[in-house]
């Protein structure tokens, strides 16, 4: 089982930015999917997650209606859409899949102007 994320980088508060997360290993379509956060000296952060077939979503409450989760199972994909990036959003981004307890290396996302 393998999940890799790209897509990070530095940005100014109030951009956005594009996170993805590669899956391999598994029956990517058969399991949920989510994604985490590490701020340095901060435990791990519940962000968004999403079921096998994309019909349910769920959102952490500093996150809502500004990150948007997605995926597609043709091509073994999640995705996090991110908005209106805050300074308080500078994390280590970990894509993660709950069932098999499989993490990511993580993406770093750093929000500063």
């Known amino acids: ?19 993805f997360c590669a ?15 590490q701020a340095p000296g901060k435990g791990r952060e519940f962000v968004a997650s999403i079921s096998s077939a994309s019909s349910i979503k769920d ?20 995705n996090l859409q991110m908005n209106n990036l805050k300074p308080e959003d500078t994390a280590v981004y970990l894509c993660n899949v709950p069932m098999l307890n ?9 929000v500063s102007s």
Do not use: C, H
């Open 23 to 37: 899956a391999s290993g598994f029956t990517f379509g058969n399991y949920g999917m989510s994604w985490y956060r």
């Open 59 to 78: 959102y952490g409450d500093p996150v809502k209606g500004r990150f948007t989760i997605s995926r597609d199972n043709d091509k073994n994909t999640v």
């Open 102 to 110: 499989s993490w990511g290396q993580g993406t770093q996302v750093t």
């Open 1 to 19: 089982v393998q999940v890799v994320e790209s897509g990070g980088g530095l940005v100014q508060p109030g951009g956005s930015l594009r996170l």
